[in-house]
């Protein structure tokens, strides 16, 4: 009967812990090849502009006596640098993020406050493609978290907004408190009227890296981490992110954070156009 007990009882057990441990082990190896991936891409992502300047500083070298050839390339070293620059800043953005959490130094966050900061730093790139900017507040609406994290996140979206837009476009920018869906949660919208997301690729477009037009995308100076660090930013701060879209239609993302404290009316849309 011992024998039979340990087979009726332990059997199983056995079997829910061997296929713990395998699930287990198929998640470590989803991790190692993830970060592997990881590694792989940024050494790639790295590598492009630092080649350029090395190839740009000898193109330098060999004008010495062409002062119009001379200011050209060093225009373009410029902006290779400034994409490396941005580059290491999102993959310490991206890792900082992964190692510690914000709410660990939460403070009280007016959102208002994070959506102008966030506009404000776009407006230069707006005004230059020609993108009218909208920004509807939520007046006196607070969130518990990363001023410096949420404002990047808005500012990624923002700017994500004007670039896959073609001029004379419209990105809004609008925060509110849902009360018929869940009131406990502020959805912060950026929409646009811009080139949208073909459904197939709606999935991917939050991937570390993953770009659906790798041209544009680059031309702008965009990374392909933009969207991954929102992920995590809303993730960090127990909410998340949505896309809504339409290929030549537009596309609204949507960021949805725990609400906090007091809240009044909304206030209405100011517009600056150009
Ligand atoms: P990138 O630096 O390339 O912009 P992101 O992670 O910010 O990287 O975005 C990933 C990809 O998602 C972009 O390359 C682009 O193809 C697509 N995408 C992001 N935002 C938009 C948008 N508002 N409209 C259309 N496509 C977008």
């Known amino acids: 009967p011992a024998a039979l007990y340990l087979s009726i009882r332990v059997a199983p057990l056995a079997e829910e812990l061997i296929l713990i441990l395998a699930e287990d082990k198929t998640v470590a190896r989803r991790v190692e090849e993830t970060r592997r991936d990881f590694v792989a891409n ?3 992502e790295l590598k492009t502009p630092i080649g350029a300047i090395l190839l740009l500083s000898e193109a330098v070298e060999d004008a010495a006596d062409d002062p119009e050839a001379v200011r050209k390339f060093a225009g373009r070293m410029g902006v290779e640098s400034r994409r490396l620059t ?24 007016d959102v208002d406050q994070v959506l102008a900061d ?22 006196g609406c607070r969130v518990l978290g990363n001023t410096r994290q949420l404002t990047t996140a808005v500012g990624n979206l923002v700017e994500n907004a004007i670039i896959y837009s073609d001029p004379g476009a419209r990105v809004a920018v609008a925060a509110h408190v849902n009360a018929e869906v869940d009131d406990d949660y502020v959805e912060i919208t950026v929409s646009d009227n811009g080139i949208g997301i073909a459904p197939s690729e709606v999935q991917r477009i939050f991937e570390r890296f993953y770009r659906v037009d790798y041209a544009r995308s680059r031309a702008n100076g965009g990374t392909g981490l933009g969207l991954s660090i929102v992920k995590h ?16 239609q537009g596309s609204t993302f949507t960021l949805r954070i725990p609400a906090h404290l007091h809240r009044g009316p909304e206030t209405t849309p100011q517009t600056d156009d150009h």
Request: charged share 25%; net charge negative.
């Open 86 to 109: 941005d580059l290491v800043a999102q993959i310490i953005d991206l890792s900082r993020l992964q190692a510690d959490s914000p709410l660990l130094q939460a403070e009280e966050i």
């Open 42 to 44: 940024v050494s790639h």
């Open 233 to 248: 930013v809303a993730a960090a701060h127990g909410g998340d992110v949505d896309v809504w879209s339409q290929p030549g």
């Open 118 to 139: 966030a506009v404000d730093r776009c407006r230069v790139d707006a005004e230059r493609r020609q993108v009218s900017l909208t920004v509807a507040g939520t007046r």
